[in-house]
């Protein structure tokens, strides 16, 4: 169970992976629903309130703004081709970095390690990405030790996964930080999710 109820805050943005923001989002939202109720409050949030149009044409409405979001405990930053735009904008890289500091974790998705990177986020720590983007982040981020052969990484605070699928893994991984492990299975059976296992 859950020690108290968090905000987990996901990014969202044009031309992000539907899966890097919607994966994540079912593995909390069925914690904090069905699993254990006093876990978590998930929501999206963007630059603006307008409707994102994520990868073929999949589009959302954040739930909130950079300027008017709660408090994210748990910040998720999503990849997608739309990293590539967003990590070369001040008003992504300056929100993601002043929610950071107080965060109790920082979580990214595939490419979302790019805007991590450019935020001076993963600087000395150990990361990972999309096996496409492995050889730019090292770039991005080079004291920082990038691996090409994990689902996902925990630093403690900074948690970063492999492509899209692996959110799933990383969500559950740390949904079992949080709440138990016995929280954690709950959530993959409901979910019918048969690649949930622990990597420590």
């Known amino acids: 169970m859950a020690e108290r109820k968090r905000n987990v805050g996901i990014v969202v943005f044009d031309q992000v992976e539907v899966l890097d923001f919607a994966g994540p989002y079912e593995v909390f939202s069925v914690t904090g629903e069905v699993i254990d109720p006093d876990s978590f409050d998930v929501y999206m949030v963007a630059e603006s309130a307008d409707p994102v149009t994520g990868r073929n ?102 948690v970063t996964s492999a492509g899209v699928s692996a959110g799933i893994d990383m969500s559950l991984h740390v949904v079992a930080r949080l709440c138990g492990e016995k929280a954690a299975a709950g959530t993959a059976r409901f979910m019918e999710y048969d690649g949930y296992r622990r990597e420590d």
């Open 57 to 158: 044409g999949f589009t959302v409405i954040p739930h909130y703004t950079f300027a008017d979001c709660p408090k994210p405990d748990v910040l998720i930053v999503p990849g997608g081709p739309g990293t590539r735009v967003e990590e070369k904008r001040p008003e992504m890289l300056d929100w993601v970095s002043e929610k950071a500091g107080p965060a109790e974790l920082v979580l990214s998705v595939c490419t979302g390690a790019r805007i991590l990177a450019k935020a001076g986020l993963l600087d000395g720590l150990e990361a990972t990405t999309h096996w496409v983007s492995i050889d730019e982040l090292r770039e991005m981020a080079p004291t920082a030790k990038v691996h090409d052969d994990r689902r996902f990484v925990d630093n403690g605070k900074v």
